[in-house]
């Protein structure tokens, strides 16, 4: 690889001083929120962010190596959010956030929502399509997402949807153009979820879901296995499929019952390219979480995802991980998580991870501490 990690004040300094606002505000903040509220309650704004400070570390094998020879080690203060939330008319949302990156600052979440009654709305604006799982944002379990998901996720478009909500079924639809919030001419993105709560109560949570997503593309598809990093981008095995419309699909499961959590997810790619042979991506993670002090597994029925449990909760988790990338390259890994949660503003996490491609050699090794702040 080509990167130089040696130096990580420069890697700190590039977004330090967001993470330190951020910080502050959080601390000094008596609930952890900044909300403003009219005398009348007709109008509320609620000022929200995060950050993360990250300490990660290869070793073993070549792929967690540099240029150098030397093993990859870096310390990074990175994903710093701030953005707010407005509610008004009792059927109105409007959020919008910000991110500040090394380099730039973007745009993440920007949209409204109309609210029909208390179970269906209408959203319109930028915001993530209902496929994979890093809609879950700040509630990950783990550093990082699975590969699988990481080289087949959804991501945030420019588009519309609606959204039905009850005990026993959550419905999603869209339309989605496959460009950006600046660019609504680069194709279109369909796509639908569908899950199924037989079992919600208070202790235990049975979820099955289901979601398509189809892209008609203007241009070619990469697919990619990477190692589970956010100190720069360590790719194992990569593919690319020419240029076509896309099917993604997605089945999941989530059962929560006292202190156990377990999730499992198949997702599946395929590009139809006329002329050519049809590309064909899939794979598989599950995971497990199990409270080493704590009493109850949450779940948020309006997300429709697990959630971190209650403060002073220690976790032990556990991730395996299969990618295929049209039956040429496979990556395997197994992810070892602890995490404690302070309060729902301060969360500590370490992993270790191993991974290893198909018929090589040897593999990599992946220690990665994350200190979440969220408000």
């Not at 006292?258 to 997702?267: C, D, P, V, W």
């Not at 395997?332 to 500590?348: C, P």
């Amino acid at each position: 690889m080509s990167r130089n990690f040696n130096n990580v004040t420069t890697l700190m300094k590039k977004n330090f001083f967001a993470a330190v606002a951020m910080i502050a505000l959080c601390a000094v903040t008596a609930n952890g929120q900044l909300k403003i509220k009219t005398e009348a309650g007709d109008l509320s704004l609620t000022f929200k962010g995060r950050t993360h400070v990250d300490f990660a570390t290869y070793f073993g094998g070549d792929k967690g190596k540099n240029a150098d020879d030397k093993y990859i080690v870096g310390l990074k203060v990175q994903d710093t959010r701030f953005g707010f939330i407005a509610n008004f008319d009792e059927k109105w949302t409007a959020k919008a956030e910000i991110k500040f990156d090394a380099n730039a600052i973007t745009y993440t979440d920007v949209y409204i929502d109309y609210k029909f009654n208390e179970k269906s709305d209408l959203q319109m604006g930028n915001f993530w399509m209902p496929f994979g799982y890093k809609i879950q944002g700040p509630q990950y379990r783990f550093v990082q997402d699975a590969s699988v998901d990481e080289g087949m996720h959804g991501a945030r478009k420019a588009g519309i949807a609606y959204n039905y909500n009850s005990d026993p079924l959550k419905f999603t639809a869209g339309i989605f153009s496959d460009g950006t919030y600046s660019s609504l001419n680069a194709g279109f993105n369909l796509a639908a979820k569908v899950i199924a709560r037989p079992i919600l109560d208070e202790h235990t949570v049975l979820h099955l879901g289901v979601a398509p997503l189809f892209t008609h593309s203007t241009g070619s598809n990469t697919f990619k296995g990477n190692a589970p990093t956010t100190i720069g981008t360590n790719t194992i095995i990569s593919s690319d499929a020419l240029d076509g419309n896309m099917l993604r699909y997605e089945v999941e499961a989530i059962f929560i019952t006292g202190r156990l959590y377990t999730e499992a997810r198949f997702l599946g790619a395929q590009v139809n390219t006329p002329g050519e042979d049809n590309y064909s991506v899939d794979g598989v993670w599950a995971q497990a979480g199990f409270l080493l002090k704590g009493d109850q597994q949450k779940y948020n029925k309006a997300t429709g995802n697990a959630a971190h449990p209650g403060p002073k909760s220690l976790e032990l988790l556990a991730r395996f991980d299969h990618l295929n990338l049209n039956g040429d390259q496979k990556l395997n890994d197994i992810t070892i998580g602890l995490n404690y949660v302070f309060n729902k503003y301060l969360i500590s996490k370490l992993n270790w991870a191993y991974g290893k491609q198909k018929d090589a050699e040897e593999g990599y090794n992946f220690i990665h501490c994350r200190l979440q702040f969220v408000f």
